[in-house]
């Protein structure tokens, strides 16, 4: 079963990158224009069994953005770059891990995996989505698409990501992955890249 899995992401992670390379360029130059920074934004993350890797993504915010304020992001955070925006806005600042399902760290669906700060405050039945293959979009990504909005009308951002959307996320991937199968992740994949990339709910 993992077998059929990893080569099922291997061949549409590589179709992707494949289709994807010239957009890449394009994205990385833009970045580079706008203020000389890194493309890439490597951070640490905690995947399967607990294993820490480094996740790719397209840099959306400006250069120590992370030393500047939380690890969570809201709407209207002002260390979002320009062209950071319209990354995030299309989820196309998530697409650079496609190189993580390549080297095996994640598959193209599973839950998100998070920083090893929020991993360290997981309880035990939270710790039971370490079970499963980190991805590049699960069910509670397109549930929470409007995660940055629900967290700026907070008035403890970070307080209401561990206590409220945090669980719930997990409690959707853990419930998922008890009758997930390759049709399912495959129409997953697949209004991922419609309500992300077309922009719709």
Same mark, same amino acid.
Not at 6 to 10: A, H, I, M, V
Not at 100 to 103: C, F, P
């Given at each position: 079963m993992r077998i059929s899995k @990893?080569?099922?992401?291997?061949l549409f992670s590589?179709?992707?990158l494949i289709f994807l390379m010239p957009i890449f360029l394009i994205i990385g130059l833009l970045i580079k224009i706008e203020d000389g920074g890194p493309v890439l934004f490597i951070q640490e993350r905690v995947g =399967? @069994?607990?294993r820490v890797f480094n996740i790719y993504k397209f840099r959306t915010m400006r250069v120590g953005a992370e030393k500047m304020g939380l690890q969570i992001t809201v709407d209207g955070d002002k260390r979002i770059t320009k062209i950071g925006k319209i990354l995030r806005k299309y989820k196309i600042d998530e697409l650079p891990q496609l190189f993580?399902? &390549?080297?095996g760290d994640m598959s193209l669906v599973g839950p998100r995996p998070e920083v090893p700060y929020y991993v360290c405050l997981y309880n035990d039945k939270q710790r039971k989505v370490l079970e499963i293959m980190p991805g590049i979009t699960d069910l509670a990504s397109i549930l929470f698409k409007n995660e940055g909005e629900i967290l700026s009308r907070s008035q403890d951002p970070e307080f209401e990501y561990i206590n409220n959307i945090m669980d719930q996320k997990i409690q959707l991937n853990l419930a998922y992955a008890e009758k997930s199968n390759y049709l399912k992740d495959f129409m997953l994949v697949i209004k991922t890249? =419609? &309500?992300s990339f077309m922009n719709k709910d």
């Open positions: @990893r080569l099922f992401d291997l590589t179709l992707g =399967y @069994r607990g993580n399902v &390549i080297k890249v =419609y &309500i």
